[in-house]
């Protein structure tokens, strides 16, 4: 199990559009399954490469109840999103200690390359949808702190810097 640590919301990485895939290696597997880990020890329900400082577009999703059932995506990009919407509060471990309500989507439909290098299609509702939202946010290079006001935003990063500073 390899768990790796997460870069700071300061690095620019985490600003910045990460790579594009150009296929599925061993390389690729191995990078999926430290995300996995890496996930699993927060716990969360998502990650995305560049919280970690890779600057590909690879993210694993698991909303499940019982864990062992991540979906593990290449340069994923939504393809069609429901109108309804659905507030759910998110957070990351790149600004630890705070969390917001951001409304998303309540389902997408994403296309991305799976594990085996074959683009698949495939609908994701709910916690499933937003954490998928989420980590294609940080692979164009946003985080969900983005989606708030500028005041808002520059609260909660001073309030996790000063917890981080404890």
Do not use: C
């Given at each position: ?11 620019r ?13 061993e ?10 880990d ?10 995305a ?73 495939r ?29 808002r ?5 001073a ?8």
């Amino acid at each position: 199990m390899t768990v790796r640590p997460f870069i700071p919301y300061n690095d620019r990485r985490l600003h910045i559009p990460a790579e594009p895939v150009a296929e599925v290696t061993e390389t690729v597997r191995m990078i999926w399954d430290d995300m996995v880990d890496t996930m699993d020890a927060m716990p969360g329900v998502g990650l995305a490469a560049p919280q970690i400082g890779i600057m590909q577009r690879l993210a694993v999703v698991d909303a499940s109840d019982k864990r062992g059932q991540a979906v593990r995506m290449a340069n994923p990009e939504v393809l069609h999103a429901s109108v309804q919407m659905r507030a759910h509060d998110e957070a990351s471990p790149n600004l630890p200690g705070v969390y917001a309500r951001i409304e998303r989507p309540r389902a997408v439909t994403v296309r991305f390359l799976n594990d085996q290098g074959e683009i698949e299609e495939r609908d994701f509702v709910g916690l499933w949808a937003t954490s998928v939202q989420h980590q294609i946010d940080h692979l164009n290079g946003k985080v969900y702190v983005d989606h708030l006001t500028p005041l808002r935003r520059k609260m909660l990063v001073a309030k996790s810097a000063k917890q981080a500073r404890r």
